[in-house]
T-cell receptor, first 114, second 113 residues
């Protein structure tokens, strides 16, 4: 049973639209992360947060933005979607200290921009 | 965090042990070795982690060399459902746990009948 939820699971949207990918976790983890993964390629960290009102950019530059107003919620927003944003977006969380299971990942959102 | 090196791909017969190697020659004393796997395009799944002692759980065993420069993940009886990309990651748990899990290319394990 998943403790971290991502919606939608799949999204096809037109160029120029604003979209928000949702990520919520029920484990009380203070740290949350967004990764981007193109088909058959590596996962790249694009955003992370170490707590409420704390957000940082990851190792891969991304035009998306994130917010962390509540501990359990870490949405990712694209103000104007483009075909280059087509990818899978994976959300993860971890407690402090990291603990025995490290990071817990959601099932991902597969985004297609046409 | 230390860089890790893994073979690009491996094959294993169903029912046999799968031994996945990982080199981490620059690993520091406070870095753990974590293993995750990603089945198809699902979110990565935690498998096991260790510091210097060998570890075993219901999924796998982790063997870390005495000098900690390399490790091996062992799936004792591989099944077709173990076909996945396996990631070996060196992760420091210092600084209050404010770390970032950085993935490499991993090893693509194919289990065949």
């Amino acid at each position: 049973e998943a403790d971290i939820y991502q919606t939608p699971r799949y999204l096809v949207i037109g160029t120029g639209k604003k979209i928000t990918l949702e990520c919520s976790q029920t484990m009380g983890h203070d740290k949350m992360y967004w990764y981007q993964q193109d088909p058959g390629m590596e996962l790249h960290l694009i955003h992370y947060s170490y707590g409420v009102n704390s957000t940082e950019k990851g190792d891969l530059s991304s035009e998306s933005t994130v917010s962390r107003i509540r501990t359990e919620h870490f949405p990712l927003t694209l103000e104007s979607a483009r075909p280059s944003h087509t990818s899978q977006y994976l959300c993860a969380s971890s407690p402090t200290p990291t603990g025995t299971h490290g990071y817990t990942f959601g099932s991902g959102t597969r985004l297609t921009v046409v | 965090d230390a860089k890790t090196t893994q073979p690009t791909s491996m094959d294993c017969a169903e029912g046999r042990a799968a031994n996945l190697p990982c080199n981490h020659s620059t690993i520091s004393g406070n870095e753990y070795v974590y293993w995750y796997r990603q089945i198809h395009s699902q979110g990565p799944q935690y498998i096991i982690h260790g510091l210097k002692n060998n570890e075993t759980n219901e999924m796998a065993s982790l063997i870390i060399t005495e000098d900690r420069k390399s490790s091996t993940l062992i799936l004792p009886h591989a099944t077709l459902r173990d076909t996945a990309v396996y990631y070996c990651i060196a992760l420091s748990l210092l600084s209050g746990g404010y770390n970032k899990l950085i993935f490499g290319a991993g090893t693509r394990l194919a289990v065949h009948p």
